[in-house]
């Protein structure tokens, strides 16, 4: 009787979990509308170039080499808007299957537990619900350690598994190699060959074609920073409850730390967990999507810890039942907190129509903040700058000037930048006001509004505005506009 | 009943009598904060729900506020009168501190006599006198509140109940409780270097309480901590202002403002506590001091409410050194003059604890605002606009949204308001009309209020341009101006 009830609860708790896994694959199609749907900026730049990839991208900083991974961009060729929408779903829904078969095939338990605190996981809910790089990348990344921890002659094809995620993305694929390094290292000593096999594929595939954008695009690496830095950067960039994009629920690391702490008299046997997540951690500090692999230990390690408060005797059973209550009470918390500002992140529905707009209007050279330049070149614009700031020309140079074209209101000063851009139109929205300019007259916006030369407002709706400079603006000076 | 309690007793009346002579003196409030309170309680009392959407502060503004505190105000409305809640009952409560230094002194010392002495102190610290008269204040809740639970923290087996209820309670009263989290934690770690083993009981306890204080700042914070981090920590304070915390700080004041005897007698209760006794309880005290001094080093709590809380801290290790002080004596030939040298004693607490309380609260209570500051007030709401916008001092705001029920530029109510503190500076100081007028303009001022405080905070007289054209002197008295702006 009771063997056949406990195989009830475990058969609810998977279709619960099942249907958990639905729910947070599918946060953004149910809750953003459909005007809107691409969360983000990233998601904008793939679909455009998923719609006519090739090496030379004539709208980004503009008009570059094409220095950025095309896996993604040409798996959604077929159909970039259709797969743009369902291919996150897929890679999360396989990605799940392949983290649930590792973790039997590792004999990690609770393994039911880890699942749904990974499916609660901000990182998680962000990377398969919007268009990334890295949820193929990771997706890759998992079946090439499945395949890899096989035992029968499958595990073969892990090594062209893995020589296939640096044309996704090359923090993953990098990451993926450390780990396996260290897999193999302090778990699967007798699988040398077959990680050297994996080790040269990765480097020749990574080697070929990032010498060959290397070789065209030059190298550039941009000097400033994109991140808030400092420890409270630090934190904002690992802790969604601090503001991270794409972070860890705090409570979840919490319950990690209560795991590791668990398992520490074990440590000799948990070298390769704890040396990935050691990794990860400190490489999470300069690339954040580091992030993404970093989840998964600490679902695991969550789980253990969630298990050992649980079965271990307290001596007082009403704080063990509140804290146990609070910390999923905490994790519920920090994923809902986080999906409701993902939901309700950039772009807005004016940013979609300013996107719409924009499209319309005469070609040019568009100006604005970095973080607008993907939206720009998505609505078939060249931008100044957008966020692919590796190996792009000048990006120093041009981040310089951008700030100085900000802050500045001195016409002189704006009209050289202007010139040596050929910039013709100038996007401004709410939230760059918010960033950027503390009074509605400072900088570039009194200049906007004062300069007769440059305020000619072509479109303001929403909160969104486009500025042309006008022909002839600067004919005293000497300036052209194209 | 024990002839323990009535001495304790006449402690609590003596320190309720001194804050009420004294806070009976003035018919405004001593700090800006007050108003604020006031403000919500009021509008609380009007609407039966908070104001989230403040419009005379800061011209419009969101408050971050849980309001337990204010409904707990208007609440009490329904059966006392507002003198005895906003003048009396936050008194009272400062007050009851005494009670519970005397039940945390006597639970680490054991000794009657020495809590008993602590809890004399600890009524009389003169930073904490001044910075508590006369205000209607959160913190006459949240501080003996944290000392109770701290109290049932070191009484666990008894208290549990009580823990537990405070444990929810006190996260959402005020944020100001993650002190006693992270003294939780520093505790935990102090234990662990000494390889002292901690109670299992008070280890669940502190994990349940750190655990609930962080999942309730999380959910009542949220927005604050998303938009700014851990930066949420230093509540949107000006740079301008944050830079001139522990400006004048120095042992002398550190001396004055704390007194001499709970600092010597304090500091001597540490080294007591934790390094000859190896005092599980001293250790507990020692992390709340420890957390205190890493958040007013990192400045994260006000200077003021930082040293009112170390304060109260050294009061009740004074206790541990007042207990050993108690048992030398009784083994020396001094043991028959006991009562001499206990006499002595509490003269020497008054001579250095009682007439620099007094001396701070009196100039706190000067610093009230006057009855012609209030009518100057007054007259504003009776006389202008009701969309006008008044400029004044910024540690003024809320008064001035209270007694004007006009908008107003700014006030020190720092977290999700724009900061404005250097232009309200500029505004009120610069020589340059010009500068002034067009900020003015920005904030759409169309009155300024200039109380002697004013006067006091920015070192001025007047407006720097008072006689030109742009100004006009609409509301004069011995202590307060009203300008209209007129350019």
New interface residues.
Partial sequence: MKAKRQKYTSSFASILLAIGCVFSLLIIFLFRSAEKLLPGRESYFLLRIAENPAFIDALSFGGRFTAYPLGLPYLLNLLPWALAIAMPFVFGILSIILFFLLLRDFNVKPRKTALAILLLSPSFIYLFNTLNTASAALFLALLGFWLFARKGGIRVLSPLVIALIPLFDLTIALLSMLLLLFYVFFKDKESKKLYFAALALFLASAGIYYSYIIKNAGFSWPMFNLW?TG???A??SLLS???APYGIG??SL?LAVFGIIAVWDAKYENKFAFFSIAALLVTSMFFPKALFMLSLFVAVFAAIGFMDILNSR???R???R??LL??V??II??AL?FAQ?FVNSEPDEGIVKGIGALSELPNGVVFSEYTRGHWISFAGKPNVMDENAYLAPDVNERFEDSQMLFKTRDIEEAGKIIKKYNIKYIWIDAGMKRRLW??DEDGLLFLLKYNPDLKNKVYDVDGVEIWEISEGAYAGSGYEIR | MKKEYVILFVIFLLTLNFRMILSLQADGFSSDSAYYNLRHTDYISENTQPMIYDELSYSGRYILDTHIFHYALAGLRAFLPDFFIFKILPEILFALLVFIVYAVAKTLTENSTAAMLSALISGFIPIFVSNSVNTISIYSIVLPLIFYQLFCLMNLETHKGRFIVLSFLLPLIHPFTAILALAFLFYAVLLSIESIRIKKQVKEAVIFFVMLVLLISFIFYKKVFLALGLNALLQNVPSALFASYFQGVNVFSLIYNIGIIPLILGALGIIFGIAWEKNDFAFLLSALVLADFALLFLKLINFNLGMMFLGILLAIFSATAISKAIKYVNITKFARHKNAIFVAFVILIAATLFFPSYSGASNAIKAAPSADEINALAWISHNTPKNSIVLGNIDEGNLIAYASQRKTVADNVFMFAPDRYDDVYTMLTSESLVKSTNLMHNYGVGYIFISEKTKQSYNMEDLNNADSECYKMEHESKKAKIYKFLC
Avoid: P, Y
Wanted: a negative charge; aromatic letters at 20%.
């Fill in positions: 808030e420890f409270n950067g934190l904002r409850d601090l503001g705090l409570f919490i307290w001596e007082n009403l704080f063990q509140f804290v609070i910390m009470c905490g918390f920090s907190s500002v503390k009074e």
